[in-house]
């Protein structure tokens, strides 16, 4: 080898060996932290302002504003509040008309900072949508087993194009998509355990690619679809170990698309990556204060601290990515 091609073939090896430093750093930085430490908690039970009967769905606004569907019948059922719990105002009262709620069951934001809040107890005005300052807009979604038809609307998610998600987690077992507003898109999903069935769908969200993943609680999985409802992939299985569940319920995905899974009878979330590859968990560790009971719904803000709605003791856990 003469002396041109040895310095050509140690300047590949040398740009190879940057690509492939390089590659893996890409690589890792789509992954979430390694550990989320417990900051705060904020709520507790009750009526009052800036208390809960039973913390469920929650959600957060652009301005990292949280918002918190109070699942049980009581006067202002969404709560917004600051991201360190100060409470802003309420919404929604007890009622069966198109802007009441019965049981809030499912809640998300769009890009444009409106509310939209699924009522399990009220499929007949099944999604309604508010403006931030709790003003209401418009319902969609009435009761059946028909195109924009549900038995018991559950989760909801939004799209980039502010496009709605929600699942029907009674007879239906589907997925269905609106536009902003309330104009029915498709649905996909039926009942069962195989790929893309469902047994109880209860959460729904999409990646910055498209891409549509589902808790199918009782089949103990997640399901990832792409934008059109196929079938990609599946991951999880019943039980207590790394990646394995005991009811997931609620989803959130990061701006690298990690997915956060709620693993309510195992308290605890779970993160994975978007290929279904486990990464941490959180919530079952730490003192007694900081463990979560019974977690029901999770959001994220800008800064990736996740906020958990523990349904039992009615308040809010937030936990932060440790830098």
Same mark, same amino acid.
């Given at each position: *080898?003469?002396?041109?091609?040895?310095?050509?073939?140690?300047?590949?090896?040398?740009?190879?060996?940057?690509?492939?430093?390089?590659?893996?750093?890409?690589?890792?930085s789509s992954?979430?932290? @390694?550990? #989320?430490?417990?900051?705060?908690?904020?709520?507790?039970?009750?009526? +009052? !302002?800036?208390?809960?009967? =039973?913390?469920?769905?929650?959600?957060?606004?652009?301005?990292?504003?949280? #918002?918190?569907?109070?699942?049980?019948?009581?006067?202002?059922? !969404?709560?917004?509040?600051?991201?360190?719990?100060?409470?802003?105002?309420? &919404?929604?009262?007890?009622?069966?008309?198109? %802007? #009441? &709620?019965?049981?809030?069951?499912?809640?998300?934001?769009?890009?444009?900072?409106?509310?939209?809040?699924?009522?399990?107890?009220?499929? $007949?005005?099944? !999604?309604?949508?508010?403006?931030?300052?709790?003003?209401?807009?418009?319902?969609?979604?009435? &009761?059946?087993?028909?195109?924009?038809? &549900?038995?018991?609307?559950?989760?909801?998610?939004?799209?980039?194009?502010?496009?709605?998600?929600?699942?029907?987690?009674?007879?239906?077992?589907?997925? %269905?998509?609106?536009? =902003?507003?309330?104009?029915?898109? *498709?649905?996909?999903? @039926?009942?069962?355990?195989?790929?893309?069935?469902?047994?109880?769908?209860?959460?729904?969200?999409?990646?910055?690619? /498209?891409?549509?993943?589902?808790?199918?609680?009782?089949? $103990?999985?997640?399901?990832?679809?792409?934008?059109?409802?196929?079938?990609?992939?599946?991951?999880?299985?019943?039980?207590?170990?790394?990646?394995?569940?005991?009811?997931?319920?609620?989803? +959130?995905?990061?701006?690298?698309?990690?997915?956060?899974?709620?693993?309510?009878?195992?308290?605890?979330?779970?993160?994975?990556?978007?290929?279904?590859?486990?990464?941490? %968990?959180?919530?079952? =560790?730490?003192?007694?204060?900081?463990? !979560? =009971?019974?977690?029901?719904?999770?959001t994220l803000?800008?800064? /990736?601290?996740?906020?958990?709605?523990?349904?039992?003791?009615?308040?809010?856990h937030v936990?932060?990515?440790?830098?």
């Amino acid at each position: *080898m003469n002396f041109k091609n040895t310095f050509f073939f140690s300047g590949m090896m040398a740009l190879l060996s940057f690509l492939i430093f390089l590659n893996s750093m890409t690589y890792q930085s789509s992954f979430a932290a @390694t550990e #989320y430490e417990h900051k705060m908690k904020w709520g507790t039970k009750g009526v +009052a !302002i800036g208390q809960f009967n =039973q913390a469920g769905a929650i959600a957060a606004d652009s301005e990292n504003n949280i #918002y918190v569907a109070d699942f049980t019948g009581r006067s202002n059922m !969404i709560q917004k509040f600051t991201d360190n719990g100060t409470f802003i105002l309420g &919404f929604g009262v007890l009622g069966n008309g198109p %802007q #009441y &709620f019965t049981n809030p069951a499912g809640i998300a934001v769009d890009s444009e900072n409106n509310i939209y809040v699924s009522d399990f107890g009220n499929p $007949n005005y099944a !999604i309604k949508k508010f403006s931030n300052d709790g003003k209401f807009i418009n319902s969609f979604g009435s &009761f059946g087993l028909g195109d924009g038809e &549900f038995i018991s609307p559950g989760g909801l998610g939004v799209d980039k194009e502010n496009n709605i998600y929600a699942t029907d987690f009674g007879e239906n077992n589907n997925v %269905q998509k609106f536009d =902003q507003n309330g104009n029915f898109i *498709m649905k996909f999903g @039926t009942y069962g355990s195989g790929d893309g069935r469902f047994l109880n769908p209860t959460d729904v969200e999409t990646d910055s690619l /498209g891409n549509i993943f589902v808790a199918d609680s009782f089949n $103990n999985r997640v399901q990832k679809f792409d934008q059109n409802g196929n079938f990609i992939m599946k991951f999880g299985k019943p039980g207590t170990g790394n990646g394995e569940f005991n009811t997931p319920i609620e989803l +959130a995905i990061d701006s690298s698309d990690n997915i956060f899974v709620v693993d309510n009878n195992n308290n605890r979330v779970q993160i994975f990556n978007r290929d279904g590859g486990y990464i941490t %968990q959180f919530g079952n =560790q730490g003192t007694a204060s900081e463990r !979560i =009971q019974d977690p029901i719904g999770i959001t994220l803000d800008s800064s /990736g601290n996740a906020y958990v709605a523990d349904g039992t003791d009615s308040d809010i856990h937030v936990f932060s990515p440790v830098k």
